[in-house]
């Protein structure tokens, strides 16, 4: 008698595209493991993402707008699941994995520092101080966090595909489709990383008409011509056309004039929010993070791992620092510079 995983593998096999992702023929584990009776390999990577600690934090890290006064601004978390439910949607209409999509997408920001957009660049500039040769990309850190620090250093042990679309599933300020060859390998992390993109323009958009840093009329004329003016609107319209443009073919991407459409709201994007618009926030974040990073290079007992790292010299607790502001969420980033650069008040009798 077949086992439900069994049961899924086959279903998998007889429903699913033929350039689906299948689980029963994955590339497998870093170290191999006995299979689950009732879950598939990429059903436990799912599981495994939503459990672990990172995971969690998401929650208290911001998206754009930093410790922001009122509730309805994104954070990492919200992001992280809308980006999962655009994924499946595109990924059911495709005949795709919807279970990889969807380990794909929960995992693939696990690796963002504390404080929005500002922060990535921020930690890194302050982790070359101590090492030269330092780069900081959060989806390498994802995958870092995946791969060594969840457990107690163990890792999640995840699967060779959620593994690789993980790694490759930004593109930054790139337009897309951009290099095939730096993208992820199976269409289930293709599907995620145009799934990042339309959930991020979209949704901080309507967070930075929220916060008054632009008007609905501002958004550029030709890219609302093609894809509408309402949040629901350009969602469904970026959406439908990449599925229809991707029904055939070997890669997943969208048709030229929706692709346009999508590139020009990023670049207004960058220069009216990201950069313009929260350009005193950044130089305040950096201020912070560079604090913390030299505090922590000083302090190595403060930091987790620290006084072990030290032994092995510079490059190594600078990596270690590294590791512990990254997971850092904002909140728990702010009570630690208030911890050691703030005076307490005075209790004694």
Known sequence: MERPREVTERLELETL?????????????????AKCPIRTDFQRDRDRIIHCKAFRRLTHKTQVFIAPEY?????????????????????????????????????HDLGHTPFGHAGEAALESAY????????????EQSLRVVDELEREGEGLNLTEEVRDGILRHSKGMEDLPGDPAAQPATLEGQVVMYADRIAYLNHDIDDALRAGLIAPGDLPAEAVAVVGDRHSARITAMVVDLVEASREGERVAMGAQVAEATNRL????????????????????????????????????????????????????????????????????????RRHFLPERWLGG
């Open 128 to 139: 070359r101080e101590f090492d030269a040769t330092a780069r900081f990309r959060h989806a």
């Open 266 to 337: 990023k670049d207004f994007l960058w220069e009216r929010v990201y950069r313009a618009g929260a350009e005193d926030q950044a130089e305040r974040v950096e201020r912070a993070l560079r604090l913390l990073f030299r505090f922590y290079m000083e302090h190595p007992e403060e930091a987790p791992g620290g006084p072990e790292a030290a032994q092995e010299g510079r490059a190594r607790l600078a990596r270690t620092v590294c590791d512990y502001l990254a997971g850092m969420t904002d909140r728990y980033a702010l009570q630690q510079l």
């Open 71 to 107: 509730d309805h601004y994104r954070t990492r978390l919200t992001h992280t699941l809308e980006v999962a439910q655009i994924a499946r949607t595109i990924a059911r209409a495709l005949r795709l994995n919807e279970d990889l999509t969807e380990a794909i997408a929960l995992g």
């Open 17 to 33: 595209s033929p350039r689906a992702a299948k689980s029963a023929h994955t590339r497998g584990r870093r170290r191999p493991e």
